[in-house]
């Protein structure tokens, strides 16, 4: 089973999206700010993170350069959700190593296949 780590502030949405996801088939792990999230993607070792940009303890900006700058961890990839929502958000956390990036509020269909596609599955 395939491992996703989550790492969000707002807990309903880290709720609903595990809700989805484990009646997708995965595995969900969760921290609620940068840095719980580093330490879980060290200790966990998942599949895909999906990634707050603005969250408390490291935003996601901060928690995405180190992660993707740990050798234990730069391959994970990353999906970046966010409510930041201008133009230059996306190509920001492009170019910050993020994998994918998806605004909020988004469908959990598009959700999902970010997180297909950035893990190397096929897109639905």
Do not use: H, W
């Amino acid at each position: 089973m395939k491992k996703i780590l989550i790492i969000d502030d707002e807990r309903e949405l880290i709720k609903a999206i595990s809700i989805r996801l484990k009646a997708s088939g995965y595995e969900v792990i969760t921290a609620n700010n940068g840095f719980d999230g580093i330490d879980a993607a060290k200790r966990e070792k998942p599949d895909a993170i999906v990634l707050d940009l603005i969250m408390p303890q490291f935003d996601g900006y901060e928690t995405c350069k180190r992660l993707k700058s740990d050798p234990d961890t730069k391959s994970i990839p990353v999906i970046v959700c966010s409510a930041a929502g201008q133009k230059n958000v996306e190509a920001d956390v492009n170019n910050i190593g993020a994998n994918g990036f998806v605004a909020k509020p988004f469908d959990t269909i598009k959700l999902l296949e970010t997180i297909k596609a950035c893990m190397g599955g096929r897109l639905r």
